[in-house]
Structures are given as C-alpha cells and as structure tokens.
C-alpha cells in the first residue's frame, strides 16, 4: 500500500520569504501523481499543483514549484513570497493511475503553516 | 473545472441518530470519493461510490455504519448511521476532475454529535 509523509507539523515564515515544506512518499508503481493541496480554515480542499511521476521537469504554479525526487520519492512544495492568505494546512497526497491502482487519493498528516505579517 | 455542492455544511446531531450529506456534481463522473477528516487529522478514505453499483468500503468502515447511494453521475449521499460522539468529524465528498487531472472537493461537512 502506497503511504505518504510529512515529517512537519507545523511551519512559519514571514511575509514576502521562502518556505519549503517536505513530504516523501513509499509506492512500488512506476506511474503515479503527486498533489499539493491546501485547506484554509474554511475546509475547503484546494488545489495547489500536481506532478505526474513520469515528467521530469518539476510543476509550478506561479509562486508555488515543487522538487520533486522519483528516486528518494521525495516531493516538497516551495512557496515563494509567501503571502498572508497562504496560510492554511497543507496536504501532500499521492494517487496511482487508474488502471493499476485505481484514482484514489492518499494523504499525508499536513503542514500548518503560518505566516507572519 | 467541476464544481461540487455538499450539504448541509454543518449539522449538531443528537447520538443515535442519523446524517445524510449530499453531494451534487455540474457535470458527469464516473467516481466519487468519500473521505473523513477527524479534528485535527488529515483526510481518511471511507469508500468509493460507482453510478450503478455497491459502494467499495475502506478497511474500517462498514455499510451498515456509513451506506452510501450513487444514483446517477451527478449525485452521491453518504448517511452515517447511529452516530456517537465519535462520528463528530468533517465529511467531504470528491470527484476525479479529468479536465483539470485531478480531484475536486466539496466544502465539506462538520458534524458535531452530541
């Protein structure tokens, strides 16, 4: 079974900084995706940005890039000129390809990350 | 993208009772999602709905608990039955988004089981 990590509770940064938050992932599939999402005190789950495991150029979505490492199946999310309204939870999660092991969604623990003003 | 509509967002029940949550889809999918989050946690799989046959049960959860129904390709309810102050969570409801290849969620719904 597939299991992700996120080895941080909890993150802080200050307006306008960098902040990277980690996740690493255990699967024996080949082809899968990896996702960022983000759920702000409203619950509502956003989407941040994907990343299909068989694209070696890492996704980015304007402030948001990822690093993502197939071999250390390791994908961290890098949050450039971090804004108050980035502050939330956020969700690494891993799904496999539908034919395989279906379109499931597995989730890490989350990252509270706050941002200081 | 889709959108979804979950209701009712929030709910307070007595225990013993039990919730129905719908969630309404704007355009056609084959599979819908049901997922818990628990206070604090992150989001836990319950079962996957198909349109047109039994729902497909994670490991620690029971039909009888939580039945779901999947009438046509746009809706799904997921009731839970015989709640105990245990059941107090936030419910979502998510789709596989092949415009978008990814998954939409709904706003959620917070139960509180008193």
């Known amino acids: 079974a597939q299991t992700v990590t996120q080895s941080q509770p909890e993150m802080s940064v200050q307006e306008a900084e960098t902040v990277t938050l980690s996740c690493t992932y255990d699967?024996?599939?080949?082809?899968?995706?990896l996702f960022w999402y983000k759920q702000p005190p409203s619950r509502q789950m956003i989407l941040v940005i994907r990343?299909?495991?068989?694209?070696?150029q890492n996704a980015t979505e304007n402030r948001f890039s990822v690093n993502f490492q197939k071999a250390a199946k390791s994908f961290s999310l890098k949050i450039s000129d971090s804004q108050l309204g980035d502050a939330a939870m956020y969700f690494c999660?891993?799904?496999?390809?539908?034919?395989?092991?279906?379109?499931?969604?597995?989730f890490g623990e989350g990252t509270q990350l706050t941002v200081n003003p | 993208s889709a959108v979804i509509s979950q209701k009712p967002s929030r709910d307070i029940c007595q225990r013993g009772t039990s919730l129905t949550i719908q969630c309404q889809v704007d355009?056609?999918?084959?599979?819908m999602f049901w997922y818990r989050q628990q206070p604090g946690q992150s989001l836990t799989l319950i079962a996957t709905?198909?349109?047109?046959?039994?729902?497909?049960?994670e490991s620690g959860f029971v039909i009888d608990k939580f039945p779901i129904s999947r009438p046509n390709l746009t809706f799904s309810t997921l009731t839970v039955s015989n709640m105990s102050p245990e059941d107090s969570s936030i419910y979502l409801c998510?789709?596989?988004?092949?415009?978008?290849?990814?998954?939409?969620f709904g706003s959620g719904t917070r139960l509180t089981v008193v």
């Open positions: 998510s789709v596989e988004d092949l415009t978008i290849s990814s998954y939409t």
């Open positions: 699967t024996s599939e080949s082809d899968y995706y």
């Open positions: 990343q299909e495991a068989y694209k070696q």
């Open positions: 999660a891993y799904s496999g390809v539908r034919e395989t092991s279906g379109s499931r969604l597995t």
């Open positions: 355009s056609q999918v084959t599979m």
């Open positions: 709905a198909n349109q047109g046959s039994e729902a497909t049960y």
